[in-house]
């Protein structure tokens, strides 16, 4: 198993270009979940999703788009970058009930 | 709001010391994991423990849900220790994790 995987690693965007960071899973896990890690901070819950088709939004989900077509993939979507949205983004997946969560390598983003 | 707040905030160990960081959290844990997250940003899972005591070699860890607290215990530590290293708890329904802000260790040779 790969576990969870996010591509890509680092991204470059100017203020107001669109962009999609890619999150899969290979675990079969219903609950799926972006969150995002600013300096010296813990991590912060975008949008999460329990399931196919559901999605939800976390603590910080202003500026960000999700969709849940498949068990496997969890995108998120920057629509009109910001400075303020330079961060590092993590994904993580669960299985239901009181398990533990698994992280992505995260992703580096930087918006110019 | 939920609060988990980490100490101490920065820890810095010789080589071979014992240190205890804490987790406290203001409201009931259905589950609590402890993460480090190394020198590249990676963040590792060490412990899923909603409640008693954990130990995976040199690191342990007890969490005592009904006084609300955790308690990661790092042992003989080594360079490699460096880092951050996360509380986050979840209730019972979804995968909404709270953090807390982190210890950082350094661990000098």
């Known amino acids: 198993n790969a576990g969870v995987t996010q591509t890509p690693k680092f991204q470059v965007l100017k203020t107001g270009q669109s962009m999609t960071l890619q999150c899969a899973q290979d675990m079969n896990h219903e609950y799926m979940s972006w969150y995002r890690q600013d300096p010296g901070m813990g991590l912060r819950l975008i949008h999460y999703s329990v399931g196919a088709g559901i999605t939800d939004q976390g603590e910080v989900p202003n500026g960000y788009n999700v969709s849940r077509s498949t068990t496997e993939d969890f995108p998120l979507r920057l629509l009109s970058a910001a400075p303020s949205q330079t961060s590092v983004y993590f994904c993580a997946s669960k299985e239901q009930g009181n398990t533990e969560a698994f992280f992505g390598q995260g992703t580096r983003l930087t918006v110019v | 709001g939920i609060q988990v707040e980490q100490s101490p905030p920065d820890l810095i160990l010789q080589e071979g010391a014992n240190s205890t960081l804490r987790c406290n959290f203001s409201d009931s844990v259905n589950n609590l994991q402890w993460f480090h997250q190394n020198p590249w940003g990676q963040l590792i899972n060490l412990f899923y423990?909603?409640?008693g005591t954990k130990q995976n070699g040199r690191l342990s860890a007890t969490t005592v849900a009904t006084e609300r607290y955790s308690l990661l215990y790092i042992s003989s530590s080594q360079t490699t220790d460096s880092g951050v290293y996360f509380c986050?708890?979840?209730?019972?329904?979804?995968?909404?994790?709270?953090f807390g802000g982190g210890t950082r260790v350094l661990v000098k040779p």
């Open positions: 423990i909603p409640s």
């Open positions: 986050a708890r979840r209730k019972a329904a979804g995968n909404k994790l709270t």
